[in-house]
């Protein structure tokens, strides 16, 4: 799998959304599972969506269930992260990350390639 690049982040207030894409070079994208993580200043890195090759596989983190949607278009080679009702907590650098046979993992030593980040600021 080639370079994944990450885009959407940006500036919002609480109770806002914001649309985050993952892009992906490469003609096997579609048999990538494919996570988002964050990480928040001072805070390890967390598992927040992944959604699995063919999408046959969904997982969330508990603290964004109900408010984020992740989504997958392999003829587009992008996964996406549709976040509303941001809150504050919701701040920190969101990375996407592609792996082999790994289903959604949210365990983020089993992904092989990420992406740069893109910043989220939620303000209150």
């Known amino acids: 799998q080639g370079q994944l690049v990450e885009s959407g982040g940006g500036l919002v207030q609480a109770g806002g959304s914001l649309r985050l894409s993952c892009a992906a070079s490469g003609r096997t994208f579609s048999r990538y599972d494919v996570g988002w993580f964050r990480q928040a200043p001072r805070k390890e890195r967390e598992f927040v969506a992944a959604?699995?090759?063919?999408?046959?596989?969904?997982r969330y983190a508990d603290s964004v269930k109900g408010r984020f949607t992740i989504s997958r278009d392999d003829v587009k080679n992008t996964v996406t992260l549709q976040m509303n009702n941001l809150k504050p907590d919701d701040t920190a650098v969101y990375y996407c990350a592609a792996g082999l046979l790994v289903g959604a993992t949210t365990n983020s030593r089993e992904y092989i390639n990420w992406g740069q980040g893109t910043h989220v600021t939620v303000s209150s």
């Open positions: 959604v699995s090759r063919s999408a046959s596989s969904i």
